[in-house]
């Protein structure tokens, strides 16, 4: 046998540190498990996502990018459809056969969503009893009738319990079976016969399958830590256990899960008690709800099908809220709002809600409130894809409810957790009663202030909304639009609560480019406003919403006490943006033209300011600026300077043509021509 070569020593050596790397990561995260740092619940949630990877990666790949949901190789997104991103860092992982492999998150890639299908606790059981009898196994829920065959292949779940509980309690028996020599517990009971490793194993495999489906199971299963199970004793070799266990655990369950794909099939055969009431419907001749829709219009179409009453509407969304409400308190969204400084008394002030992670949770819970499934749609609290089985729109969201100025709940805005995918925010979707254009979070609440002195403060979302209101609800009545740049209907919105020409308007800016071009773009609707419309910029990387830190809110609330006018801002981010560095006679004559086109949509009033301020920033002339806003307010036949100026970006550097020179302008003695390629003639 041939030595191997210089390069491939190297190389192998590269590969072993590599591997060395990742087996002490993996050997950290089992020291956590045991110890307690790392909770076992939260092994199963990265388990659910990676299980299928192996024990050890189910810790490789959360210590490397906690957030990942759904990890591939390269060339399996590619046959997704799915490109990854130049730049991103890949995570490394140990393949089976014990070599480092490189993965990447669905949020590290480009391309179409991948909506995982997920099924009703009905769905679920249906094909966990399915399973069971392809196994072998008979499921007794009290059917009346006498059972003949082998104890021990009889598993019996009460027929009192619902079907979310019922298969948890299936899916624990199913764990038992697929051990070597496993048993059901013939009682029926998960908890009497079942401790220590026995019952952890089979109620994470439970966990593990549910998950897969979709389920919630919270407060269904609890976990020992594993210190409890894998043994105290200073003989015994804890982490080995955790080891040897949680990969029974995510072999069996990735089993399981595989012997579970037919659950479509399943879904299939189960038809809600809604949908039957809208097929009894279709017999009558309305066919609308038997043919899915071919088309954004006709789905649009079908919304706005006059089956359905506003006041349908309405309770179905009052109900969808108090479901919301009702789920916050305890949960991981109450804990990340207290986090940030939003206190239980806050959180039930502002009636804040959260959507359970689960499929079809609202949905459920509706029906059996007498809600249809058409209504539950129209309202923009389900949606349904081709016309298949609805599921919730919002799933694992802390719930904001948008109201009208009645007080009425006409939809929500959601916010994920931190790094789960998705977008950020997800507003309901247009309805009959929710259009977001027309609706400001917090406009209801702080109605009764705006009658007074306080002054409207346009902020970017609905936490930052309530943070100003709790800490400066003297000062201002915050607003946060639905993911939009405000227009015209919210304008009018608070005409009607407050008096626009003395209280003015103030919006909180992001001190970034970001910021800067926000305001760019809601300027056009601003002006229409008749008082002084001010900004507050923010220090760069904070919001409003860090009021109610106890470490930077000092600076947030002094930021939002110092506001300058608007047109300031965006007359000297025009300048900075025509005029570069200034150096040139052209540059800063461009700069003052384009600022022009702005300082000529102002009052009457504040035109002679700005003409000072021009002035001042670009050294020129006040009679120049006043020549060119003046050009500006009265144009002339010829280019259109007002659109030019948002247009066109013109380099320091480069001249305008001599024959759109403004007369009045004559080119500094001290600097010869510049000289400009013909390929870079710009015109303004």
Same mark, same amino acid.
């Given at each position: 046998?041939?030595?191997?070569?210089?390069?491939?020593?190297?190389?192998?050596?590269?590969?072993?540190?590599?591997?060395?790397?990742?087996?002490?990561?993996?050997?950290?995260?089992?020291?956590?498990?045991?110890?307690?740092?790392?909770?076992?619940?939260?092994?199963?949630?990265?388990?659910?996502?990676?299980?299928? +990877?192996? *024990?050890?990666?189910?810790?490789?790949?959360?210590?490397?990018?906690?957030?990942?949901?759904?990890?591939?190789? +390269?060339?399996?997104?590619?046959? $997704?459809?799915?490109?990854?991103?130049?730049?991103?860092?890949?995570?490394?992982?140990?393949?089976?056969?014990?070599?480092?492999?490189?993965?990447?998150?669905?949020?590290?890639?480009?391309?179409?969503?991948?909506?995982?299908?997920?099924?009703?606790?009905?769905?679920?059981?249906?094909?966990?009893?399915?399973?069971?009898?392809?196994?072998?196994? +008979?499921? %007794?829920?009290?059917?009346?009738?006498?059972?003949?065959?082998?104890?021990?292949?009889?598993?019996?779940?009460?027929?009192?319990?619902?079907?979310?509980?019922?298969?948890?309690?299936?899916?624990?028996?199913?764990?038992?079976?697929? /051990?070597?020599?496993?048993?059901?517990?013939?009682?029926?009971?998960?908890?009497?016969?079942? /401790?220590?490793?026995?019952?952890?194993?089979?109620?994470?495999?439970?966990?593990?399958?549910?998950?897969?489906?979709?389920?919630?199971?919270?407060?269904?299963?609890?976990?020992?830590?594993?210190?409890?199970?894998?043994?105290?004793?200073?003989? &015994?070799?804890?982490?080995?256990?955790?080891?040897?266990?949680?990969?029974?655990?995510?072999?069996?369950?990735?089993?399981?899960?595989?012997?579970?794909?037919?659950?479509?099939?399943?879904?299939?055969?189960?038809?809600?008690?809604?949908?039957?009431?809208?097929?009894?419907?279709?017999?009558?001749?309305?066919?609308?709800?038997? &043919?899915?829709?071919?088309?954004?219009?006709?789905?649009?179409?079908?919304?706005?099908?006059?089956?359905?009453?506003?006041?349908?509407?309405?309770?179905?969304?009052?109900?969808?809220?108090?479901?919301?409400?009702?789920?916050?308190?305890?949960?991981?969204?109450?804990?990340?709002? @207290?986090?940030?400084?939003?206190?239980?008394?806050?959180?039930?002030?502002?009636?804040?809600?959260?959507?359970?992670?689960?499929?079809?949770?609202?949905?459920?819970?509706?029906?059996?409130?007498?809600?249809?499934?058409?209504?539950?749609?129209?309202?923009?609290?389900? /949606?349904?894809?081709?016309?298949? $089985?609805? *599921? !919730?729109?919002?799933?694992?969201?802390?719930?904001?409810?948008?109201?009208?100025?009645?007080?009425?709940?006409?939809? *929500?805005?959601?916010?994920?957790?931190?790094? @789960?995918?998705?977008?950020?925010?997800?507003?309901?979707?247009?309805?009959?009663?929710?259009?977001?254009?027309?609706?400001?979070?917090?406009?209801?609440?702080?109605?009764?202030?705006?009658?007074?002195?306080?002054?409207?403060?346009?902020?970017?979302?609905?936490?930052?909304?309530?943070?100003?209101?709790?800490?400066?609800?003297?000062? +201002?009545?915050?607003?946060?639009?639905?993911?939009?740049?405000?227009?015209?209907?919210?304008?009018?919105?608070?005409?009607?609560?407050?008096?626009?020409?003395?209280?003015?308007?103030?919006?909180?800016?992001?001190?970034?480019?970001?910021?800067?071009?926000?305001?760019?773009?809601?300027?056009?609707?601003?002006?229409?406003?008749?008082?002084?419309?001010?900004?507050?910029?923010?220090?760069?990387?904070?919001?409003?919403?860090?009021?109610?830190?106890?470490?930077?809110? &000092?600076?947030?609330?002094?930021?939002?006490?110092?506001?300058?006018?608007?047109?300031?801002?965006?007359?000297?981010?025009?300048?900075?943006?025509?005029?570069?560095?200034?150096? *040139?006679?052209?540059?800063?004559?461009?700069?003052?033209?384009?600022?022009?086109?702005?300082?000529?949509?102002?009052?009457? %009033?504040?035109?002679?300011?700005?003409?000072?301020?021009?002035?001042?920033?670009?050294?020129? !002339?006040?009679?120049?600026?006043?020549?060119?806003?003046?050009?500006?307010?009265?144009?002339?036949?010829?280019?259109?300077?007002?659109?030019?100026?948002?247009?066109?970006?013109?380099?320091?550097?480069?001249?305008?043509?001599?024959?759109?020179?403004?007369? %009045?302008?004559?080119?500094?003695?001290?600097?010869?021509?510049?000289?400009?390629?013909?390929?870079?003639?710009?015109?303004?």
């Amino acid at each position: 046998m041939t030595n191997p070569s210089g390069g491939e020593q190297l190389a192998h050596e590269e590969q072993a540190r590599r591997l060395g790397i990742l087996q002490g990561i993996a050997d950290h995260a089992v020291t956590c498990l045991t110890d307690g740092r790392l909770e076992w619940e939260t092994w199963l949630e990265h388990a659910s996502r990676h299980g299928r +990877y192996g *024990f050890t990666n189910t810790l490789l790949i959360p210590a490397q990018r906690p957030s990942a949901t759904d990890v591939r190789s +390269y060339d399996a997104w590619q046959k $997704e459809g799915r490109q990854v991103r130049r730049g991103e860092t890949g995570i490394r992982i140990i393949s089976t056969r014990g070599k480092p492999r490189t993965v990447f998150d669905v949020e590290q890639t480009d391309g179409e969503a991948i909506e995982k299908e997920l099924f009703s606790p009905a769905v679920g059981l249906r094909g966990l009893s399915k399973l069971a009898a392809d196994l072998g196994l +008979y499921v %007794d829920r009290g059917q009346g009738w006498t059972y003949l065959g082998r104890p021990g292949r009889r598993i019996k779940i009460a027929p009192e319990l619902d079907d979310t509980t019922a298969a948890a309690v299936l899916a624990h028996q199913l764990a038992h079976t697929q /051990r070597p020599g496993g048993h059901i517990d013939t009682d029926g009971s998960h908890s009497a016969p079942c /401790r220590g490793v026995r019952r952890v194993q089979a109620d994470s495999i439970a966990y593990l399958v549910l998950r897969e489906m979709g389920l919630e199971i919270s407060g269904l299963l609890a976990f020992p830590t594993p210190r409890e199970w894998a043994g105290t004793d200073s003989r &015994t070799d804890a982490s080995a256990a955790i080891r040897a266990i949680g990969d029974q655990i995510v072999r069996t369950s990735t089993r399981l899960r595989r012997q579970l794909r037919g659950l479509s099939d399943v879904a299939a055969t189960i038809r809600p008690p809604a949908t039957v009431a809208s097929a009894a419907t279709t017999e009558k001749g309305d066919r609308s709800e038997q &043919t899915p829709p071919s088309s954004r219009a006709s789905a649009l179409a079908a919304q706005q099908s006059p089956e359905v009453s506003t006041q349908q509407l309405r309770a179905a969304v009052a109900d969808a809220h108090r479901f919301y409400r009702r789920n916050l308190p305890g949960s991981w969204g109450a804990r990340y709002l @207290a986090s940030r400084g939003f206190t239980l008394v806050t959180q039930e002030q502002w009636e804040i809600g959260l959507a359970p992670r689960t499929r079809h949770a609202l949905l459920q819970h509706l029906r059996e409130r007498g809600h249809r499934d058409q209504t539950l749609i129209q309202a923009g609290l389900a /949606r349904s894809k081709d016309g298949g $089985e609805p *599921f !919730d729109l919002f799933r694992d969201r802390v719930l904001f409810p948008l109201r009208d100025r009645g007080g009425d709940v006409l939809g *929500f805005i959601g916010r994920r957790r931190d790094n @789960a995918p998705g977008p950020k925010y997800l507003n309901t979707p247009e309805t009959a009663l929710f259009r977001k254009s027309e609706i400001l979070f917090g406009l209801h609440e702080g109605q009764g202030r705006l009658a007074g002195a306080v002054r409207p403060l346009m902020v970017e979302g609905p936490l930052d909304a309530i943070a100003v209101n709790t800490a400066m609800p003297e000062t +201002y009545a915050a607003l946060a639009p639905c993911g939009t740049a405000i227009t015209g209907s919210q304008v009018d919105a608070i005409a009607a609560c407050t008096d626009l020409g003395t209280s003015g308007l103030v919006i909180a800016l992001d001190g970034d480019s970001a910021g800067r071009a926000g305001a760019i773009r809601a300027w056009p609707m601003l002006r229409r406003v008749p008082g002084p419309v001010e900004a507050a910029v923010l220090p760069q990387g904070q919001d409003p919403a860090e009021l109610l830190s106890s470490k930077s809110h &000092t600076a947030v609330h002094e930021a939002l006490l110092s506001v300058t006018p608007l047109a300031d801002l965006l007359v000297d981010e025009r300048i900075r943006r025509f005029g570069g560095t200034l150096e *040139f006679v052209e540059s800063r004559v461009a700069a003052a033209q384009a600022a022009a086109a702005l300082i000529a949509e102002l009052p009457p %009033d504040q035109i002679a300011r700005q003409v000072v301020r021009v002035s001042a920033r670009t050294g020129m !002339d006040k009679a120049e600026v006043t020549a060119i806003v003046t050009s500006a307010i009265s144009p002339e036949p010829g280019p259109d300077i007002s659109s030019a100026a948002d247009d066109v970006r013109l380099p320091p550097s480069l001249g305008r043509p001599e024959q759109q020179r403004s007369p %009045d302008v004559q080119r500094s003695p001290h600097r010869a021509p510049s000289k400009r390629p013909d390929n870079t003639r710009r015109t303004i």
